[in-house]
């Protein structure tokens, strides 16, 4: 009697677990979607009140610039403070930010806005990271991680192509407004989350943050960072090739129209093609997470995304290019679900907040720096020959992070419990 008892408490738990777990998705989901709509509205919105690409362009540097300003202080805030109200405290203020947009008649009022939405941006993500940690299991974290990135690039796919209805129909305006509408949708999901606590370490220590207990939780982050090199080399070095690879997206439009001289509608295919294999990817990921090592779906994941690049610098016709972007969006769904599930399982949850915000502030200078280095070395040099070397050398560290993930001492910062377990809630 008392075994089913405690078969019939698990059922009820992974039930409830799931359901949890739906609702989180969900939030999410509708915001990512909301997102991808307001970049295509925002970018017009715009081009239309100042007819000048300098102004668009700006609206590219004004998220780096934002995350830079957050992340040294944001990571503290977000390990002593119940990461669901920050998560509904986010989405609320994103969407009366996002709301007031169409309303300004400076474009320096809109970049203002912009600057706070993205600020907004840079607590919610990191805050999501640490709550999915608490509420879902070791177990199905693959399994969710991979919903997650299948979700997200559903909302990749839909986003766009719900804006270009809206703007046919109606106008960047209200392109903006269903923005603000999918963020206070998603704070209404997040509000029947259960509320999960601070974490064992942070108990008692929700208090005003304070410039001495900011250098301490730095000091914190590096100490974990020193006794835990492999995880942190890892996922650094992880992410260092990510970021290359987004400084040579900064130069893909020029590659494909200027050097491999296609036309624009095949420009617009290749960027379908990619959004479409990233679906696919996320599909298979999700279908088959389970019996995917995760140190094959993070190194084996990261060399194909890598290849895919390499690909694309030596493409000369647009077949062989779409061939590699059908190779990026399919692996990357495969290397993003393996990181996501690596960082999780080897991250203190307590510390995540921090880890999270110190990795992205770093990260959010290599990024503008690579990207203004690569623009000015392509402005000297060969662009073609600019993406050969570079991607080469991805190829190179993305190889070295999968071989280094087989040896056998290493082996244990990517087991996985065999039997799964009951979520929160």
Known sequence: ???????????KGQCGGWKHAGLLLSGVGISNLGDFIYIVAINLMVLNMTQSPAAVAGLWIISPIASVCTKFWSGS???????????????????????????????????????????????????????????????????????????????????PAVAGVMLIYLSPAAAIYANAVSFAASALILMFLPKLGF?????????????RMIAQDWRAVLSFSRKSGYVVGIYALF???????????????????????????????LMSITGIGYLAGSMLVWMFAKHLPVRHMMGGGVLLVALGYFLFARSFSFELAAVAFILL???????????????????????????????????????????????????????????????????????GLWVTSMFPSRSR?????????????
């Open 329 to 399: 969006g399919l692996c990357s769904a495969l290397a993003n679900t393996g990181l996501v599930t690596f960082y999780q399982n080897n991250i203190p949850v307590d510390l995540m907040g921090r880890m999270s915000s110190v990795l992205g502030l770093v990260l959010s200078v290599l990024q503008v720096a690579s990207i203004l280095i690569a623009g000015v070395i392509a402005e000297q040099l060969s662009l073609r020959m600019v993406y050969t070397v570079v991607s080469g050398v991805m190829l190179l560290a993305a190889l």
């Open 239 to 269: 992410q260092i090739i990510l970021v290359v690879g987004m400084s040579l997206d900064a130069q893909e439009v020029v590659f494909i129209r200027q050097v491999m001289n296609l036309p624009e509608s095949q420009y617009g295919a």
């Open 77 to 159: 805030l977000i390990d002593r403070y119940d990461q669901r109200q920050l998560m509904i405290g986010a989405d609320m203020l994103r969407a009366m930010l996002v709301a007031m947009l169409p309303l300004m008649s400076s474009l320096w009022m809109m970049y203002a806005v912009m600057f706070l939405i993205s600020m907004s941006s840079s607590i919610f993500v990191p805050s999501s990271q640490v709550y999915i940690t608490r509420l879902v299991p070791a177990e199905r974290r693959k399994r969710f991680n991979s919903l997650q990135a299948l979700i997200s690039s559903g909302a990749f796919i839909t986003g």
């Open 199 to 211: 974490g064992e370490q942070n108990i008692g220590t929700g208090s005003r943050l304070t410039p």
């Open 413 to 425: 910062y990517y087991d996985e419990p065999a039997k799964p377990k009951a979520m929160v809630g």
């Open 1 to 11: 009697m008392k075994n089913i008892r405690a078969k019939r408490v698990a059922s």
